[in-house]
């Protein structure tokens, strides 16, 4: 089957086209025909070797976390899903990953997508989604009535965290370029805030919560703006481990959090940008890696199959 990865960490350059077999089926497997694929900054950065202690060792390394399509076959003890539904979920992280045409993978990483959710948007949601949930409820215990800043806001957490913040009841500030200022207004910021020409720590103050994908100087103004209880939560890393304001954590997954946000997008209570939707090719994979670090962009980038 055809698959995407590498054998030595590196460039872009690095990517390369593979013929794989299909992993064994386990009687609580299920196996998937991928349909659509989510590119996320694990994935640029495993690629790079930025995770050298990573348990995923197999060479050649196939990437990719996040993935939508349909069941084409159950193990003899799986008891959640059958043939032909419709199914997203994350690879467990010693695996093989997901840029491939099929993958096998424990039903209890799955989570069935709603017929009237599009199995792009479903694949596009997952890691970022569960990092935005997880950052403001998890970890952030954010509460209607509470103020929330979002930096980053219109890439692929930063969107869907404003958007699940307001659901919640909270006062939502964010940081973009001003190009993507009125798709903002539009998700239901109340404050945005042109991060090249304005500084957030004269707009807002009294900040119960920061959701940090930027890091570095952007972190340490945030702790200016915070609440006398307030935090940061941070994706991108912590610039001083000792200050407890301060919470680094690595996005995790979980089956309920998953469900409750696609339950959200098939009642149009939330929506998913998607800024580069291409077939599953080598070159637009390797194009998917360029725009991701780049760093510019609204929204996620997906590749169908």
């Known amino acids: 089957m055809k698959a995407i990865g590498i054998n030595h960490y590196g460039s872009i350059d690095n990517l390369e086209l593979f013929d794989i077999p299909l992993d064994p089926l386990g009687p609580t497997d299920v196996l998937i025909d991928v349909k659509a694929i989510s590119i996320n900054p694990f994935d640029t950065k495993q690629r790079s070797g930025a995770y050298p202690g990573h348990p995923n060792k197999n060479r050649p390394l196939i990437l990719g976390i996040d993935m939508a399509g349909i069941v084409s076959q159950v193990g003899e003890s799986v008891t959640h899903f059958r043939v032909g539904d419709l199914v997203t979920g994350r690879q467990k992280a010693s695996a093989q990953g997901t840029y491939r045409e099929q993958i096998v993978i424990s039903q209890d990483l799955l989570v069935q997508v709603p017929d009237n959710v599009m199995l792009e948007s479903a ?11 997880h950052a403001l409820f998890t970890h952030g215990n954010l509460e209607a009535g509470q103020k929330v800043l979002i930096h980053g806001g219109a890439g692929g957490v930063g969107h869907l965290a404003i958007q699940l913040a307001k659901l919640k009841g909270a006062h939502v ?9 009125d798709f903002l207004k539009k998700l239901g910021a109340d404050v945005v805030i042109d991060y090249r020409s304005q500084d957030f720590r004269k707009l807002v103050h009294d900040i119960d919560l920061v959701v940090d994908t930027v890091g570095g100087e952007t972190q340490q103004r945030s702790l200016e703006v915070l609440s006398p209880t307030g935090k940061i939560e941070s994706l ?6 000792q200050d407890s304001r301060i919470h680094y954590f690595s996005a995790g997954f979980t089956t309920d959090s998953l469900r409750e946000m696609l339950e959200l997008m098939a009642a149009g209570k939330l929506s998913i940008q998607i800024r580069y939707l291409k077939p599953f090719t080598l070159e ?3 194009e998917a890696h360029r725009k991701l670090e780049s760093k510019h962009g609204q929204g996620k980038i997906v590749l169908t199959l």
Do not use: C, F
């Open 123 to 133: 694949a596009a949601l997952l890691a970022a989604g569960e990092a935005a949930y």
């Open 173 to 181: 500030a964010t940081t973009s370029s001003h190009e993507h200022h």
């Open 236 to 241: 991108v890393g912590s610039i001083d481990e």
């Open 284 to 286: 637009n994979v390797k």
